[in-house]
């Protein structure tokens, strides 16, 4: 699995979302790797890691993610936060949990309104072996749809999505179950680690009241809605992300 190292300091890890791979965050690695040590992960099927023979599985991800980086506070973006939740409860190596646009589960339930409906991933799936390219263009649409800077947000990620090659197809549709089926909730209460959810206020897959509601059930935990953002708020409000990232390192001891 391949993970840049950019910058010094405390060190923090960075972990995607579906279909992008870890450059999608160089507003962020601009902002703080003079302040951070950053280890940027390509998940597997992605970027760099495309090849990697590691499969796309929560535990398997998170454990070797853990195996190659040091005890740090670790950010994950949309899919990337099941990651993130997931490494924090099998392993204290997690110094903290910064989610951004995540929540324990993605889908709606009778007892979890606040999400998407369970048949949007389910459509993806079928779509994309139909039309591979369009189904990723239509899902970064969805990334953007909303916010202030909705436009310019698209165009950058249009311009990350094959930057370092195209996503492996089967990758794709197991990132999608996952997102379909993951339930992390009661890993929740649990916590040992300080939390920050972010939240994009006009975010359209993952609804500020899910971050909201997930961040209730954790411990020591600090919600902030980014007015005018999206599912990818570190692209349109870079310095606004970045200072409460800042913010909540500056905490972790």
């Not at 649409?141 to 930057?163: F, N």
């Not at 009661?186 to 961040?215: C, F, I, N, T, Y």
């Amino acid at each position: 699995m391949h993970i840049d190292v950019i910058g010094s300091g405390p060190p923090l890890v960075l972990i995607h979302g579906w279909a992008l791979h870890g450059g999608v965050f160089a507003p962020l690695v601009e902002r703080l790797s003079s302040v951070h040590e950053l280890h940027v992960v390509d998940l597997p099927g992605h970027g760099h890691s495309r090849d990697s023979g590691i499969r796309l599985d929560l535990d398997a991800c998170a454990r070797a993610i853990l195996a190659r980086t040091p005890p740090a506070p670790w950010l994950g973006w949309s899919l990337g936060g099941l990651f993130a939740l997931h490494a924090a409860a099998v392993s204290e190596q997690v110094k903290g949990l910064l989610l951004i646009a995540a929540t324990p589960r993605f889908v709606r339930g009778a007892d979890w309104p606040s999400a998407v409906d369970p048949g949007v991933f389910v459509q993806f799936g079928s779509e994309l072996q139909q039309d591979y390219r369009g189904t990723l263009e239509r899902f970064l649409a969805l990334d953007t749809i909303g916010s202030e800077h909705a436009r310019s947000e698209l165009r950058t990620l249009k311009e990350t999505l094959y930057a370092r090659g195209e996503p492996a197809p089967s990758v794709l549709q197991d990132g999608l179950r996952l997102l379909e089926r993951s339930d992390l909730r009661q890993h929740l209460p649990a916590l040992s680690v300080p939390s920050l959810w972010l939240s994009g206020h006009r975010d359209r897959l993952v609804p500020p009241a899910a971050m909201r509601e997930a961040a209730a059930l954790a411990t020591a935990s600090t919600y902030l809605d980014i007015a005018g953002g999206g599912h990818a708020p570190f692209l349109g409000h870079a310095d606004q992300v970045a200072q409460a990232v800042s913010a909540f390192m500056a905490g972790i001891r």
